[in-house]
């Protein structure tokens, strides 16, 4: 499945509002996408709804699986982790974590040797 259809196209516009939820409090430093999953499917369906009538009255609308969501009813959010692996971005997860422990190792270096004032004077500015 590709990016542009499914659960993921229809929570994550390409700009505006992204859903608070998605983004749960890590459990640690580097959880595993299972773990970040798992938060996600534990948190209240009055929270989910609140961000979707939030993302709703960004987007205009949502989409056709959002649609019937409500706060008794919350999203059937694939419960396979097997099955989201498949489909989502856990497929790249090893690749995805070392390009990010590469950026912060970067940052880190760049602190150390040089200053705060380099890191962000090479920060882009959009």
């Known amino acids: 499945m590709g990016l542009d ?58 989409g056709p699986r959002l649609r019937p969501c409500t706060p008794t009813r919350p999203p059937a959010w694939p419960r396979s982790h097997k099955r989201s692996k498949r489909t989502g971005s856990w497929h790249y997860w090893a690749r995805i974590r070392a390009v990010l422990d590469a950026g912060i190792f970067y940052r880190a270096r760049t602190v150390a040797e040089h200053s705060a004032g380099r890191l962000f004077n090479d920060l882009h500015t959009s």
Do not use: C, K
């Open 5 to 62: 259809r499914g659960w993921l196209s229809e929570l994550i516009p390409p700009t505006g509002y992204v859903p608070d939820f998605l983004n749960p409090t890590p459990a640690g430093p580097a959880p595993a996408p299972a773990a970040e999953w798992d938060a996600i499917l534990a948190l209240p369906a009055d929270w989910v709804r609140q961000d979707l009538d939030h993302l709703a009255r960004h987007q205009g609308h949502l």
